[in-house]
Structures are given as C-alpha cells and as structure tokens.
C-alpha cells in the first residue's frame, strides 16, 4: 500500500509543477496587462501587449486541461509497462467519460440551453437557485457534462492505470 501511495504521489508532481509555471506566467501577463500596475503608456503597444495576452491565453490554457494533465499523469505514473498506451488509455478514458456523461443527461434533458441561468429562472427559480444549478455543468472538449473538475481526471487515471495494468499483457487471437 505504501508503494501505491509514493507512486501516486509522484504521478501529481507534473501536472501540480505545470500548475505552479502556468500560474507564475498567469501573473506576469496580468499584471503587464493592467495599466494600474504597468502605466498606460506600457499598456498601449499593441503588439506588446498582444503577446503578453498570447502568455495568458498559453496559462489558460493549461488551468483549463487540468482534468486531462492528472488523468494523464495519473495514469502513465502509476503504469507498471507500456506508459505510452497508459497515456492513450487515459485520453480515451477521460473523453469516454464525458462523452457518456454527456449521453445521459442529453437523456434526461439537460442541455446547455435547458440549465443556462435564464432558463432555469424561467421554470421559477431565483436567480441564486439557477446560477448555483448552472454550476453543476460545463463543457468539456466540447462535450456538455457535469463538472468534476481534478477528481474526475484523477478518477479517470485511477481506474485507467488499473485496468491498463490488469491487461496490457493480454494476447488477443490472430484474426
């Protein structure tokens, strides 16, 4: 069990390192961005100014995936054999995931449109009510589906790295 807990912890260690990067340039960009902090003579280059959003845009990026980097991470750490499968598992898992999650309240009739904060208001919630209901959904890789955030990219790592070590060895018959 302890060997399990070290290696887990090492499998967080990449994406929370790309956390911390990410965030440092997240702060720097901002900060450049903000006339308050850099003057508006700084603020008004353009082209300055359009690369320090390209940065920023770069850290949002990263804080956006983060469900994707710990499924990823999580898995290809915790893989006895064969890491690059353990990767592709994970990428395959984590969409399967959503794309599922997707389905069934696609089936029950919950939709971006049907849980926007207007809608919801318009079958008598309040708009604390509907904005705390809106909340419980996002989009993922374009897929509509509940929010997990982390735990749901960690719980994709977890069950991938363990299905991918019971049965990377399996040989399947030739066709």
Same mark, same amino acid.
């Given at each position: 069990?302890?060997?399990?807990?070290?290696?887990?912890?090492?499998?967080?260690?990449?994406?929370?390192?790309?956390?911390? %990067?990410?965030?440092?340039?997240?702060?720097?960009?901002? *900060?450049?961005?903000?006339?308050?902090?850099?003057?508006?003579?700084?603020?008004?280059?353009? +082209?300055?100014?359009?690369?320090?959003?390209?940065?920023?845009?770069?850290?949002?990026? %990263?804080?956006?995936?983060?469900?994707?980097?710990? *499924?990823?991470?999580?898995?290809?750490?915790?893989?006895?054999?064969?890491?690059?499968? !353990?990767?592709?598992? !994970? %990428?395959?898992?984590?969409?399967?995931?959503?794309?599922?999650?997707?389905?069934?309240?696609?089936?029950?009739?919950?939709? !971006?449109? +049907?849980?926007?904060?207007?809608?919801?208001?318009?079958?008598?919630?309040?708009?604390?009510? !509907?904005?705390?209901?809106?909340?419980?959904?996002?989009? %993922?890789?374009?897929?509509? +589906?509940?929010?997990?955030?982390?735990?749901?990219?960690?719980?994709?790592?977890?069950?991938?790295?363990?299905?991918?070590?019971?049965?990377? +060895?399996?040989?399947?018959?030739?066709?």
């Amino acid at each position: 069990m302890n060997e399990f807990w070290q290696k887990f912890g090492k499998s967080l260690l990449l994406p929370i390192s790309t956390i911390a %990067v990410a965030g440092i340039f997240l702060g720097l960009a901002a *900060a450049l961005q903000n006339g308050a902090i850099v003057g508006e003579t700084f603020v008004s280059f353009v +082209t300055v100014q359009s690369f320090i959003g390209f940065i920023r845009r770069l850290s949002g990026l %990263v804080f956006g995936n983060l469900p994707l980097f710990f *499924a990823l991470s999580i898995a290809v750490g915790l893989a006895k054999d064969e890491k690059p499968t !353990a990767a592709f598992s !994970a %990428v395959l898992g984590f969409l399967i995931l959503h794309l599922t999650l997707n389905y069934i309240l696609a089936l029950n009739g919950y939709t !971006a449109a +049907t849980t926007s904060v207007d809608a919801l208001m318009g079958q008598g919630m309040s708009q604390v009510e !509907a904005i705390i209901a809106n909340a419980r959904y996002e989009t %993922v890789l374009g897929y509509f +589906t509940l929010r997990m955030n982390v735990f749901g990219g960690i719980l994709v790592g977890l069950v991938i790295s363990q299905l991918h070590n019971r049965f990377y +060895t399996i040989q399947l018959p030739s066709a």
